[in-house]
């Protein structure tokens, strides 16, 4: 007993807790629904997160789940700081060479999200008084007001049947001949007399031609430039698109790898909701993720392009010779062939298979 209680006291610190270590398994993860989340009570769940419960439980060891970021995340795993990591980690051949990792979990891929076409009488209504359609409006007007003042000044004492009276009732007079010429209409209610006006009127006839089909056309572009599709359905549409990622993500690597300028933002949130405020045209992200949000109403107004290239796999992040792994991969696809699994994953994605 005085043997044992001797080496008790005298091992040292980091052995002690190791030992108490025995029966915890220290996990990493950052947010990254459906693999990994907090609930309403604060309380940790996703894929990842009830895979890697479930593993504990069975080897009868307390999950502790710590939160960092991605890159501390994968710092932690590589130092030894944690047991392992999960969340929707991708397998890399760079993360390869600093890490260990598990048996493959879940089959993802690469996806664009794109604004949904708006449609409907509000968006149109909404367009109508756009700073865009209210620029072409102005810009319309300034020219007829050019047009009638230029007539009023000529006509005015010399016609003042048309485009007498007060200053600004001579000017209107030209405002509304003007616009009544440029649209072909023709009333004929007023018309110059003079030699000037006339010359005013045949120049301002044929310049109405030219800019009632420019007006028509400018109205056309303002009025249905929200309601087109952004265009993309491919990779290769994304050049010269205003695209977003996340920061230090494979989707990252993979846009710089194809020469693709992209905008990276914190989290895959705010690149949805750049993209759904129309500050971007494209985000590119892991599928399954970004079709979680869309669906789960946290993102409006967006949608997934139904095409997935550059296939990833999720795995569990382990450190470098983790004397772990074995274990854990027999635990896992043992879990992965069991109806755990399969409600797991109907769960979260409402995948049957």
């Known amino acids: 007993m005085l043997l044992l209680a001797y080496l008790f006291l005298s091992a040292p610190l980091g052995s002690l807790r190791a030992i108490a270590a025995e029966n915890e398994l220290v996990l990493a993860t950052k947010q990254s629904p ?3 989340m907090k609930n309403g009570m604060g309380e940790w769940e996703g894929i990842s997160i009830d895979l890697v419960r479930a593993i504990a439980n069975k080897e009868g060891r307390k999950l502790v789940i710590r939160e960092m970021s991605f890159t501390g995340m994968l710092a932690a795993v590589e130092r030894g700081e944690v047991d392992a990591a999960a969340s929707a980690i991708t397998v890399t051949a760079d993360r390869e060479r600093r890490l260990d990792f598990s048996f493959p979990y879940f089959q993802s891929g690469l996806a664009i999200a794109v604004r949904e076409k708006e ?22 007007s300034l020219l007829l007001l050019i047009s009638g003042v230029l007539v009023w000044l000529f006509e005015r004492k010399k016609n003042p049947d048309h485009f007498g009276g007060t200053p600004a009732q001579g000017i209107w007079s ?7 010429t440029m ?27 030219v800019v009632i089909s420019g007006f028509t056309a400018a109205m056309a572009t303002v009025l249905t430039v929200g309601s087109l599709s952004s265009g993309i359905t491919k990779v290769e549409d994304l050049y010269g698109k205003r ?15 194809e020469a693709i300028r992209s905008t990276l933002f914190p989290s895959i949130t705010d690149a949805l909701h750049a993209l759904e405020n129309g500050k971007i045209e494209a985000v590119v992200f892991d599928e399954p993720i970004m079709r979680y949000l869309v669906t ?3 993102i409006h107004g967006v949608t997934i392009i139904e095409r997935v290239f550059r296939p990833e796999y999720y795995a569990v992040a382990l450190p470098q010779g983790s004397r772990q792994r074995e274990a854990l991969n027999q635990d896992l696809l043992d879990l992965m ?9 109907f769960r979260y994605l409402h995948l049957k298979h």
Do not use: C, Q
């Not at 030209?174 to 009544?180: D, N, Q």
């Open 34 to 36: 459906p693999f990994a």
């Open 119 to 140: 449609t409907g009488w509000l968006h149109i209504i909404g367009r109508l008084f756009s700073p865009a359609f209210l620029r072409v409006l102005a810009a319309l």
């Open 174 to 180: 030209g405002f509304w001949w003007a616009a009544v």
């Open 183 to 209: 649209t072909t209409v023709g009333y004929g209610d007023k018309a110059p007399a003079t030699l000037a006006g006339r010359l005013i009127a045949l120049v301002w006839m044929f310049t109405g031609l």
């Open 243 to 257: 695209v977003g990622t996340v920061k230090a993500s494979s989707s990252s690597s993979y846009l710089e790898n």
């Open 296 to 298: 789960s109403g946290e």
């Open 337 to 345: 062939a069991s109806d755990k699994w399969k409600e797991i994953r």
